[in-house]
């Protein structure tokens, strides 16, 4: 079945430094891929999101990097701050609005200061 | 502009016991999703509704857990009996349907005992 693998489960930075989380998927027909960042005891909230068209986008210190024919795409933070602690969660879908999402497993991301 | 609204936050039943959770979505957002997510996982998909039909619940435990969305806005998901292992965190989620863009709420931690 379709499945997105998520890497590394946690991830441990000096604040400061970027942070690189990495994501496989599977469904050939995905071309929708969002990142969610869940803090505790909330829900997920989107950050940024690429389409199959694109190969990468920013967004001030966040960007993501989409490679369709390795089917993998990577989350990028940069001058990591305390508050980027949280849990990331990477998506898969085949888009069109109303298809399902396929999440990865999560990376607990821990800033130190 | 107001957010997925859910409640309870938190529910604390004994097994055996029913449970209801109720969801608002974002104001004219026609797709409605709930979500389980265990602790440590990723968000799964248990329902999907476009409007007031449920068009995709292939994932929803139908021996006890229902779903309704009656009149196409507010949506309330039910066990009936909890178990144990029912224990985890539902998440509610909407889009404006024709964008592939998810909003989710806070989510309700249900423990059941």
């Known amino acids: 079945g379709e499945n997105v693998e998520q890497h590394p489960s946690t991830l441990s930075v000096q604040e400061g430094d970027s942070a690189v989380i990495k994501c496989t998927y599977s469904d050939s027909a995905s071309n929708y891929f969002p990142w969610y960042k869940q803090e505790l005891g909330k829900g997920p909230q989107l950050i940024i999101d690429?389409?199959?068209?694109?190969g990468e986008k920013k967004d001030q210190r966040i960007a993501v990097t989409l490679n369709k024919t390795a089917k993998h795409f990577s989350l990028h933070i940069t001058e990591t701050q305390p508050e980027d602690s949280a849990v990331y969660f990477c998506a898969a879908s085949r888009g069109g609005g109303t298809y399902k999402y396929i999440f990865g497993t999560g990376t607990r991301l821990k800033v130190l200061a | 502009e107001a957010g997925v609204v859910q409640s309870p936050r938190y529910k604390i039943i004994e097994k055996k016991q029913p449970v209801a959770f109720w969801c608002n979505p974002i104001?004219?957002?026609?797709?409605l999703y709930w979500y389980l997510q265990n602790l440590g996982q990723g968000p799964e998909l248990l329902i999907r509704?476009?409007?007031?039909?449920?068009?995709?619940d292939s994932q929803l435990p139908k021996d006890r857990f229902s779903a309704e969305r009656l009149k196409g806005v507010d949506s309330t998901l039910k066990i009936q009996p909890a178990e144990l292992g029912d224990s985890a965190v539902y998440l509610c989620?909407?889009?404006?349907?024709?964008?592939?863009?998810?909003?989710f709420g806070p989510g309700t931690r249900l423990t059941v005992l």
């Open positions: 104001s004219g957002h026609n797709t």
């Open positions: 509704y476009e409007n007031e039909e449920a068009v995709d």
């Open positions: 989620a909407s889009s404006p349907g024709l964008v592939d863009t998810q909003y």
């Open positions: 690429i389409r199959s068209n694109v």
